[in-house]
């Protein structure tokens, strides 16, 4: 072999020697990539508690709740009433021929209390209603943050192998020059390029995208630029204990506010039962003649009304709203099933993506970089076949892939148990998993 051709393969060698894929970063304007921890979390969560509109709604329908329950009068208005008498003289003289009086009806049977009381328990229902809706809130923005940086991976991933694509396309185009390489190499190297590249921008889009619904959440302007994020790391193992469950019972946010839906039902059925009783009311009238002014009589009176006569329609109207109580509470035991379940379904799934990902990080990624280390080191010396390196490339990348997908996976099934669990955030489930007091519970 001539030394010009050995010197050639010689500097292809090196130029392969330094691809990019496993250890180069790509750069960040100087600046390191933001990794998406707990404690950034509950800043947006911040953020996002005084900004996001649908919260503020919700604040208002609280407010209104708080002002109808004190609207409710336990005394109702008086009635006034005046008026006169046409007769002839004598008559109007004997008796009068001005009338006036006035009447209030009396709450002495419970019913403006009963209607005070259930117009209060809108009230814990709305409240119920603002902790659930936060912590949806928290949880769709959890996930809309999860899949922004998880397209950041993948973008960088993307990026790192278009170099790695390019080093070795310069490697091959040298290798082709001199004899070493196939023409059909380099239109393949070349084709993987171009793919690679028209990836890129497809993927920049899906991180534009992505980062639009956080924007949203947070209510921002929906083109805010973000700074490059990162995942965090594989979370510790969390075991299905009973401690969990209990805390599911008791603080998944829409069991209680299904729970303060039962009590406001109960609250109307007790309303329906008081309505069945009569209105009482004290009156007074007087008569004076009009010539002379002088008073003629004066009465005191009591009234009540009689509801004996639509007793199957008071009767009906508590058999509705007892029927809409019940309806509450075999919902509630049924949602109970449920969620105990989902629990179980949710530390099974964190699990198996905590296994996943501790599979790809410590197995298959340290094996597939051999691979192609070693896929790469006997091309250069012409042993091995240049399609061992593609495909030794692709299992790297894949392997890569399917690591930041697995703790993306594991970190969005936790992010749906705290929520069932009314858990403020993975510190509080960290910190009961080592069997210690949450931080904070909802």
């Known amino acids: 072999m001539k030394l010009p051709k050995v010197l050639t393969i010689l500097a292809c060698a090196q130029a392969a020697a330094a691809l990019p894929l496993t250890a180069q970063p790509i750069p960040t304007n100087g600046t390191a990539r933001v990794v998406l921890s707990a404690e950034l979390l509950n800043q947006y969560m911040e953020e996002a508690h005084t900004n996001n509109a649908g919260l503020w709604a919700a604040r208002s329908r609280i407010k209104a709740a708080e002002e109808n329950a004190r609207s409710i009068p336990l005394w109702r208005d008086p009635e006034l009433m005046a008026g006169g008498m046409a007769a002839d003289t004598e008559m109007r003289m004997e008796d009068g021929d001005i009338i006036y009086g006035a009447q209030q009806t009396l709450p002495v049977f419970g019913k403006e209390k009963a209607a005070r009381a259930a117009a209060r328990a809108d009230i814990p229902v709305e409240e119920a209603d603002l902790e659930y809706r936060l912590q949806t809130l928290r949880k769709s923005l959890t996930g809309a943050l999860l899949k922004a940086v998880l397209a950041d991976e993948i973008l960088v991933v993307s990026q790192e192998d278009l170099l790695w694509l390019e080093t ?178 949710l530390v099974a799934k964190i699990d198996n993506a905590r296994r996943e990902a501790v599979l790809y990080r410590d197995e298959i990624t340290p094996r597939s970089e051999q691979a192609l280390r070693s896929a790469e080191a006997s091309w250069q010396v012409n042993r091995g076949a240049f399609r061992d390196v593609l495909d030794s490339r692709r299992m790297l990348l894949d392997a890569r892939t399917m690591y930041f997908k697995a703790v993306a996976d594991q970190y969005m099934a936790l992010t749906e148990l705290i929520t069932c669990c009314g858990i403020s955030d993975l510190e509080s489930l960290e910190a009961i998993n080592k069997g210690t007091e949450p931080k904070e519970e909802k």
Do not use: C
């Open 168 to 345: 070795l396309t310069t490697a091959v185009e040298q290798r082709y020059g001199v004899g070493d390489a196939s023409q059909v190499d380099v239109l393949r190297m070349q084709n993987e390029r171009s793919r690679r590249t028209e990836q890129i921008r497809n993927e920049e889009n899906e991180r534009e995208a992505a980062y639009a619904t956080v924007n949203r959440l947070l209510n921002r302007n929906v083109i805010s630029a973000w700074a490059r994020m990162e995942l965090p790391e594989v979370f510790p193992p969390v075991p299905l204990t009973t401690r969990l469950l209990e805390m599911a019972m008791k603080f998944e946010p829409r069991l209680a506010m299904m729970k303060k839906q039962r009590e406001q039902a109960e609250a109307m059925a007790n309303l329906s039962r008081k309505e069945n009783r009569p209105d009482l009311a004290a009156a007074v009238e007087a008569r004076h003649y009009s010539r002379t002014g002088e008073g003629r009589s004066a009465e005191v009176l009591l009234k009540m009304t009689l509801p004996w006569f639509n007793q199957g329609k008071y009767k009906a109207a508590i058999r509705r709203d007892e029927a809409r109580a019940n309806q509450i509470s075999y919902e509630i035991e049924d949602y109970t099933y449920e969620l105990r379940t989902e629990i179980h379904h």
